[in-house]
């Protein structure tokens, strides 16, 4: 049993927050462990979970991160080992550039009385471009690093990939006719489904661009996004639709949502299994959490065929080539969806009622290959791997 430092999402409806329960709690639950969680992007509501919760802006309002409260909490957990989910780039600049750790102490150790503390760090990350740039690499020199996917691990070949679960008691296909009822959609018109934060890399104006023609031209195809209309950046999804007088009206916008309130796991498996297809033309995914979902309920994705999309999506979608790559703030590759072929194919499933029977049959299969106790196991065996007597003479 080991005590575990994690800094991750939690607390908040966010992809990461969503990995960091899952395997967390499995890991209290099923191996025994003992998890301080530093929340990010938790305000300090009640959440019903075995972790211990740690507030990320108590000493710094701004510090979302929580980075003003990494050694403060590492000195006063003593844990065996710290455990970042979060990309390469941030952990990267937490750890050698935080102006809250200007000596590197997370990074040298702690030294008292002759003595180094020194917890080994394990770092879960999403690679979601290409050619990641090789500064990325000096992680390797004190972390151990984990890819979420095959396609994560070709930019660190020495790490183990561990693949995202998916809970198929709750995101498992329900009566589609039934579920659009529940939703308030009409049950008679077909769906299209996308569930992202609404970000630049999500690029939600192309899916609406794909879509726009296709709306056109058959009246009863209906779109729902499960995003806040107005992005963090500012741009408003809703401005790309103001020409388009005869048809926005047909695109609803989930209520409720905040950048830190969201649906229920029951209800968002309500919403993926009322639809009949999940359109993402994401530029590049580290994972792609809400594909499978959607394929867990039986619902066919259509996405572009790049990063670990190819991966997850397998044969429980259609895949569209890129059109090409394009450079990011990041410093890596991502891929810009090829906007005619997605409505090519979209159209093609629409009127393909063998295609869409084939794809729901496909989509299950393929989403029954990722398991959240697979995870949680592999990441046991990982964190038993790094544990090691933590005091060493200087």
């Known amino acids: 049993m080991a005590k575990i430092f994690a800094i991750a999402d939690g607390g908040a409806p966010t992809g990461f927050g969503v990995v960091t329960h899952n395997i967390m709690e499995r890991l209290i639950r099923d ?40 050694l403060e909490l590492v000195g006063k957990l003593m844990p065996d080992i710290i455990f970042f989910i979060n990309d390469p780039a941030i952990v990267l600049n937490v750890l050698t550039n935080s102006i809250y750790d200007p000596d590197l102490v997370l990074w040298r150790g702690i030294k008292n009385d002759d003595v180094v503390y020194r917890p080994p760090i394990l770092a879960y990350l999403p690679v979601d471009g290409y050619d990641s740039p090789k500064s990325w690499d000096v ?11 095959h ?21 498992k296909p329900q009566d589609r006719k039934a579920a659009k009822i529940a939703l308030g959609f009409d049950p008679n018109r077909f769906l299209v489904l996308r569930v992202d934060k609404n970000s630049f890399r999500k690029d939600y104006p192309d899916t609406w661009r794909v879509l726009r023609p296709l709306m056109r031209r058959h009246p009863d195809i209906d779109v729902h996004f499960h995003c806040l209309p107005v992005a963090s950046d500012g741009h408003d999804l809703r401005a790309f639709m103001w020409n388009d007088e005869d048809i926005r009206e047909r695109v609803s916008f ?37 594909l499978l979902e959607a394929m867990a309920c039986g619902t066919p994705v259509i996405a572009t065929d790049c990063s670990s999309i190819t991966e997850v999506v397998g044969d429980g979608g259609i895949l569209i080539p890129s059109t090409r790559r394009i450079a990011t703030p990041m410093g890596s590759d991502q891929c810009l969806p090829d906007v005619d072929a997605f409505s090519a194919a979209i159209e093609h499933f629409y009127q393909s009622a063998g295609l869409r029977r084939d794809l729901r049959e496909k989509a299950t299969v393929q989403a029954a290959k990722f398991s959240w106790d697979e995870t949680a196991r592999r990441m046991n065996d990982i964190i038993n791997n790094q544990l090691v007597p933590l005091a060493a003479d200087a």
């Open 254 to 290: 989930s209520p409720d949502l905040t950048g830190f309130t969201g649906w229920s796991v029951e209800s968002l498996a309500k919403l993926y299994s009322a639809a009949d297809l999940f359109v993402s033309t994401s530029w590049g995914e580290g994972f792609g959490l809400t």
């Open 31 to 70: 191996y025994g462990h003992e998890v301080h969680l530093l929340a990010v992007n938790w305000r300090g509501d009640t959440v019903d979970t075995p972790m211990h919760f740690y507030l990320p802006t108590q000493k710094v309002q701004t510090d979302i991160y929580g980075q003003s409260r990494y």
């Open 151 to 171: 396609f994560g691990q070709e930019s660190m070949p020495e790490a183990p990939v561990v693949w995202h679960g998916v809970d198929r008691e709750v995101f």
């Open 139 to 149: 992680l390797s020199q004190r972390v151990t690093r984990v890819a979420m996917t």
